[in-house]
């Protein structure tokens, strides 16, 4: 016999013997099944999780409990730019030194890190929670964008700067901003393109991105009007 294929199927018996996991408790089964519903944790993964808990002191675990419920009882959203924050304003939103009318449009929370990261942005930012894609089911009313229209349209804002993915989501989006703040009249400008076309912004490295928000280029140039 081919003793690669041995192997092989010996590999795949192990695997299969292995994710039956008869754990002898339904506590620890359940708090494997509740681990293994976070993001890129197989059930192995969350079973050395939950058998490293298992040996820690009481205190402990209830600091972790503690801190797992204060995620969702106590943070909040800056009302100001939708920022994750312990109070209604978030700290960048809270700073007299920060450029107020400078506003930076991102995905997510990870990207206003990222972007902090470089240390090159005095400006504040806006928060959408997403892109628009019509194939995941996500329209523009499901995004922080009536939002940002609405308090650019309101307060002194000098420029606007997309610093979305540059995916076809991220394309979208900037676009229905764009044709929406048009008629304001209110500069725009977009990440020159050291982040690679297709690059999800929290994952560039801080060089690129802070080269890429010091040498923005006018929005208008990204497309053919
Ligand atoms: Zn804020």
């Known amino acids: 016999m081919d003793s690669s294929f041995f192997f092989r199927a010996l590999f795949s018996q192990f695997i299969y013997l292995?994710?039956?996991?008869?754990?002898?408790s339904k506590i620890v089964e359940q708090a494997v099944e509740e681990f293994a519903t976070l993001p890129s944790i197989g059930k192995r993964s969350a079973l050395r999780f939950v058998l490293h808990l298992l040996k820690q002191d009481p205190e402990d675990l209830e600091g972790l409990a503690t801190a797992i419920l204060k995620l969702k009882n106590d943070i909040k959203y800056c009302k100001q730019c939708q920022n994750i924050a312990d109070k209604e304003v978030c700290e960048i939103c809270a700073n007299p030194?920060?450029?107020?009318?400078?506003?930076c449009v991102v995905e997510d929370v990870r990207d206003v890190m990222a972007i902090e990261n470089t240390l090159q942005f005095k400006g504040v930012y806006h928060v959408l929670g997403g892109l628009i894609s019509p194939m995941d089911g996500i329209g523009p009313n499901d995004l922080k964008i009536e939002e940002l229209v609405t308090k650019?349209?309101?307060?002194?804002?000098?420029?606007?700067?997309?610093?979305?993915?540059?995916?076809?989501?991220?394309?979208?989006?900037?676009?229905?901003?764009?044709?929406?703040?048009?008629?304001?009249?209110?500069?725009?400008?977009?990440?020159?393109?050291?982040v690679s076309v297709g690059d999800e912004l929290a994952y560039a490295d801080e060089l690129t991105l802070g080269n890429s928000i010091l040498n923005r280029t006018p929005f208008e140039m990204s497309f053919q009007k």
């Open 152 to 194: 650019v349209s309101q307060n002194k804002t000098s420029e606007i700067i997309f610093a979305l993915s540059t995916t076809m989501e991220g394309d979208t989006t900037n676009f229905y901003i764009y044709k929406k703040i048009e008629s304001l009249g209110i500069k725009t400008s977009m990440l020159s393109r050291g």
């Open 97 to 103: 030194n920060r450029d107020h009318s400078l506003i």
């Open 18 to 24: 292995y994710s039956r996991m008869n754990i002898p």
